[in-house]
Nanobody
C-alpha cells in the first residue's frame, strides 16, 4: 500500500518559518515528480511548488523567493522550506507524488493534508 506521510504544519506568526516534510513509502519506484499544493477555505486547490527526479523545480508566483522545495530521492522524501510567511499562506497543504508501484502504472498519490496557519 502506497502511503504519503506529512509533517511540519502548525501555527506560526507572520514573518516566521516552517518546514514541511513528506515521505512516500510502500513497494514503489522513485517518484518522477513530487510537489506541494494548498487549499484555502473557499478557494480552489493550487500548486505551490513541484520538483522532478532530476531536480527541476517550479513555483507559484506567490511563493517565489520565499519557499524552497527539495527532495531526497534515496528516501522518497520531499521538503518545503517556507520563509517570510504571510497570512495569505494560511491553507491546508497537500503533498503529491507521481509514481508507480511494483504492481501499478503511473498514478498520482496525495497526503492527508497538514494545516498551516499564519496569524498574529
Amino acid at each position: 500500500q502506497v502511503q504519503l506521510v506529512e509533517s511540519g504544519g502548525g501555527l506560526v506568526q507572520p514573518g516566521g518559518s516552517l518546514r514541511l516534510s513528506c515521505a512516500a513509502s510502500g513497494s514503489i519506484f522513485s517518484p518522477r515528480a513530487m510537489g506541494w499544493y494548498r487549499q484555502a477555505p473557499g478557494k480552489q486547490r493550487e500548486l505551490v511548488a513541484t520538483i522532478t527526479k532530476d531536480g527541476s523545480t517550479n513555483y507559484a508566483d506567490s511563493v517565489q523567493g520565499r519557499f524552497t522545495i527539495t527532495r531526497d530521492n534515496a528516501k522518497n522524501t520531499v521538503y518545503l522550506q517556507m520563509n517570510s510567511l504571510k497570512p495569505e499562506d494560511t491553507a491546508v497543504y497537500y503533498c503529491n507524488a507521481n509514481l508507480r508501484s511494483f504492481t501499478t502504472t503511473w498514478q498520482d498519490y496525495w497526503g492527508q493534508g497538514t494545516q498551516v496557519t499564519v496569524s498574529s
